[in-house]
């Protein structure tokens, strides 16, 4: 079995998320599963299935193409769009709001309902993480299910969207899409003036919490040769350290990056308000960047965009030092 991956999802109206937390199940497989191709060898193409997916919950096998799939992570929503495979969802979770088009319903990834899913008559549900069990409660009633736990670095993003394209009969676009995402994210960090050393602070919410560098989006910001600040925090937390104002005061980062905009309303002014926080440099040197909560917590298709945004604001900081 592949090993299992633990992340942050990021700040959800305030609230800290921790992914792939729960127990992994077994999903049922038919009895083809032996002669069934492997996720780097499965073609897009309906008539060569069954496919085997080897995911978070270990070999899942697909008959045969999935035409009804609910989707109970926003992340996964994203991805089954870009690569192409939005007209064979039919249900996704509360939290998916991209691409608008998404078939939102009020199921949770967070309080799963079998009853609810099942009601949705799904021959593939795709989740981030195995709460109350899921996996092995719809198993039982035969439903097919890919865990795919929040990624931890860039290949494990890359690596989940062609796992999810084999699943779903899309393998030759989820191919395209992250040959695309790596070619994008290769040229924004040779674009990065990274011999200005500078420093940052990206903030999931306002308690503050943060993330260092060995998180995800830690390692999305060292690819700009970005210093974070939270790497010194005394108790690092799995990688998501609770700070004190006085410590990020005493830190003085040159940039902060806002994770929590939309949830929170944060932004420059708002952290000038914090004691000790209005003379740090980057208030001062308008250095705040104000992030979109959902690209800043999610590991899809749109972490091309993220990366845009830091770039920019990279290249701007730069600029001025």
Not at 129 to 157: F, H, R, S
Not at 230 to 242: V, W
Request: aromatic share 4%.
């Amino acid at each position: 079995m592949r090993p299992r991956r633990t992340a942050l999802a990021g700040a959800l109206l305030g609230t800290l998320i921790l992914a792939g937390c729960g127990q992994t199940g077994t999903t049922a497989t038919p009895s083809a599963a032996p002669s069934a191709p492997t996720a780097s060898s499965a073609p897009a193409s309906s008539a060569d299935f069954p496919v085997t997916v080897e995911a978070g919950n270990g070999k899942v096998t697909l008959a045969k193409k999935p035409e009804r799939i609910v989707s109970l992570s926003a992340t996964h929503t994203e991805t089954l769009f870009a690569i192409g495979a939005g007209p064979q969802v039919v249900a996704v979770d509360d939290q998916s709001n991209y691409p608008s088009e998404a078939p939102k319903t009020d199921l949770s990834g967070f309080k799963p309902n079998v009853e609810a899913i099942v009601a949705q008559k799904p021959d593939l549900v795709i989740v981030s993480n195995d709460i109350d069990q899921i996996v092995a409660e719809l198993g039982k009633v035969n439903v097919p299910v890919l865990l795919e736990p929040a990624a931890t670095k860039l290949d494990e993003a890359y690596e989940e969207i062609a796992e999810i394209g084999a699943a779903t009969g899309n393998k030759a676009k989820a191919d395209e899409v992250v040959s695309g995402m790596k070619t994008a994210m290769d040229k924004l960090a040779a674009e990065a003036p990274k011999d200005k050393k500078l420093t940052y602070y990206h903030e999931l919410d306002q308690t503050p919490y943060a993330a260092t560098s060995q998180t995800f989006i830690g390692q999305v910001y060292g690819l700009f040769g970005l210093t974070n600040i939270a790497d010194k925090a005394p108790d690092q937390a799995g990688g998501y350290p609770k700070l004190s104002a006085e410590f990020v005061a005493q830190a003085d980062p040159d940039m902060i990056f806002l994770g929590d905009v939309k949830c929170c309303g944060q932004s420059k002014d708002t952290l000038a308000k914090r004691p000790g926080w209005k003379g740090l440099s980057a208030i001062k040197n308008d250095q705040v960047i104000q992030l979109d909560d959902d690209l800043a917590s999610r590991w899809g298709p749109r972490v091309v965009q993220l990366a845009e945004s830091i770039g920019a604001a990279v290249a701007k900081a730069g600029a001025k030092s």
